[in-house]
Structures are given as C-alpha cells and as structure tokens.
Nanobody, 126 residues
Framework: HVQLVESGGGSVQAGGSLRLSCAVS????????MAWFRQAPGKEREGVAA???????TYADSVKGRFTISKDNAKNTLYLQMNSLKAEDTAMYYC?????????????????????WGQGTQVTVS
C-alpha cells in the first residue's frame, strides 16, 4: 500500500521560504514521475512542479525561479523548496506520484492522472 505524507507547511511572511517534504512509503519511486500541486480556496487545483525518474523538472510559470523540486531516492522523499514566497502562493499543497507515468516531464504532466496523492499540507503567506 503506497502512501505519501506531506510535511513542512506553515505560515510565513511574504518574501520568506519554506521547504515541503513528501515521504513515500510502500514503494520506491525510482521510476515514474512525482509532482507538487496546490489548491487555493475557491480555485482549481494547479500543478506547481514535477520531476521524472531522470530528475528532469518542469515548473508552473508562476513559480519558476522561486521554487525547486527535488527528490532523494535514498530517503524516498520528494521536496519542494519555496523561496520568495508571495501571498498568492497561499494554498494547500499536495504531492502526487505515479510509477507508470513516463518522462520527460513538461507542462502536460500536470494534466496526467497521478495514481497516488498525499493528504496535503497548508502553506499560508501573509
């Protein structure tokens, strides 16, 4: 049974930084793709960043240059480093994974049906 558990969310002032983590249990994601999504109240869920098995990455235009997605296969953990946070980054952040989804990642990756999702971690920027 594969589980994703996010952590690292919180409240931060604009311009600050947070690092989100997504711990994977039940499977080692050495293949497939992983991604971070977010959903703000009253808005649709949107893709933020994705990474494939070859560590190629893609980002939403709104976070390029500020967010960095990475993964540590030894720790089976996905990360999202968020710098220069803005009020509009306030949302619930979710990690997602799919071992079948092939790379390279691109903007279309965010429209794929990821098979496993975490429960989310709240990020509030004021």
């Amino acid at each position: 049974h594969v589980q994703l558990v996010e952590s690292g969310g919180g409240s931060v002032q604009a311009g600050g930084s947070l690092r989100l983590s997504c711990a994977v249990s039940g499977y080692t994601y050495r293949s497939g793709c992983m991604a971070w999504f977010r959903q703000a109240p009253g808005k649709e869920r949107e893709g933020v960043a994705a990474i494939d098995a070859d560590r190629l990455t893609t980002y939403a235009d709104s976070v390029k240059g500020r967010f960095t997605i990475s993964k540590d296969n030894a720790k089976n953990t996905l990360y999202l480093q968020m710098n220069s946070l803005k009020a509009e980054d306030t949302a619930m952040y979710y990690c997602a994974a799919d071992r079948i989804l092939a790379g390279p990642v691109n903007a279309g990756t965010f429209r794929a049906n990821f098979g496993v999702w975490g429960q989310g971690t709240q990020v509030t920027v004021s």
